[in-house]
């Protein structure tokens, strides 16, 4: 997925002297404005943790091509709205909305400032200066919950789910496919924070979840506290977002995480050299946009092995998470044969059989 776009930049450099008068050196282009704006605190783990680790790698690899900045903690809707407006009032040429909820007010920005590129998290709809970019989490979902249907005693996982949006309703669907196909009576008992940062609720719906027989905690939620419950209580851990091993070394089986510098700077470079289009990106496992990595060394061989046998098969196309039979937990047919497309997997709105909650309405 990730295309070579390299820029030559000539800059002159030399100087002309006349009797004791010297003209400096043409001066290099002014480097480009990227801006981040995060959703939660970046802290030490999380969504706003690994899109910064993201814009740090932008920052190393475009040197002095590039100035980065970030703003964390901002709400969607009118403050996204205002912090995105003023970055690109401020000299930003390339802004990057990292939070589901600021697609609206990043196309209210986008056409407002149409110099101006912006580059939206997770949505569903463009503009000549608005491009959408995401990773298919639910590949790595799928392997994270096979691996709890493999390391499960009581076949009980609990999910900590943010808000009820396509791509958390594609993770929990694919952990519960990836943790019946190792235990086929497996059961995801599901509690919705409606908040993507809320410690306190993370870990109260986790430890509820414990009390309702869950031996395997997993969550689409931005803070450690869901980990750090697991740990407190000795349940297992499939962490989302980072690597969670520094507050549940114990708890910890593996981490769905996603990665992002290679792309930022992609973008980057296309904005220097004036070839960026709005093309949405939608990259998976074999894009190395997400990951299942930091396995505990626990972990059987015979484990680690069937696992990554089932990478390479999500990897290579020869398997798909969401492939039929595909039956909702009402009982319903959802599919019969073949494989879910990619509008039906962008617009998911349903549970598979297997889990206990529903999708609420927002």
Known sequence: MHKNLRRAFGVLVGAAATAATFIPAAAAAA???????????????????QHDLGRQALARTLG????????????EGADSERVMRDLAAQGCGLVFATSFGYLEPALRVAAEFPAVKFEHAGGYKTAANLNTYNARYYEARWLAGWLAGKQSKTGVAGYVAGFPVPEVVQ???????????????????????NAWFDPTREREAA???????????TNHSGSPAVAQAGEEKGVMLLAY???????APRAQLAAVTHHWGA???????????????PQPVWGGLKDGLVQLSALNASLPTAVRAELARRQQALVDGRAQPFAAPLV???????????ALDDQAIASMDW???????????R
């Open 328 to 338: 909702d937990n009402t009982g319903r047919s959802r599919l019969a044969a073949g």
């Open 171 to 193: 993770g929990i669907n694919a952990f519960t496919l990836g943790m019946r196909a190792a235990n086929p009576r497996a059961e995801v008992k599901l509690i919705w924070l």
């Open 263 to 277: 792309y930022y700077t992609q973008v980057a470079r296309a904005v220097i050299a004036g070839s960026w289009k």
């Open 207 to 217: 430890l509820t979840l414990i009390g309702q027989g869950a031996d395997v905690l």
């Open 31 to 49: 480097p480009l404005q990227a801006c981040f704006v995060y959703v939660s605190p970046v802290g030490q783990a999380g969504w706003s943790y």
């Open 241 to 247: 977002q980072s690597d969670m091993a520094r507050f």
């Open 351 to 361: 549970l598979v059989q297997g889990v206990t909650g529903n999708v609420p309405t």
């Open 64 to 75: 002095d091509q590039v100035q980065t900045r970030f703003v964390e903690g901002v709400a």
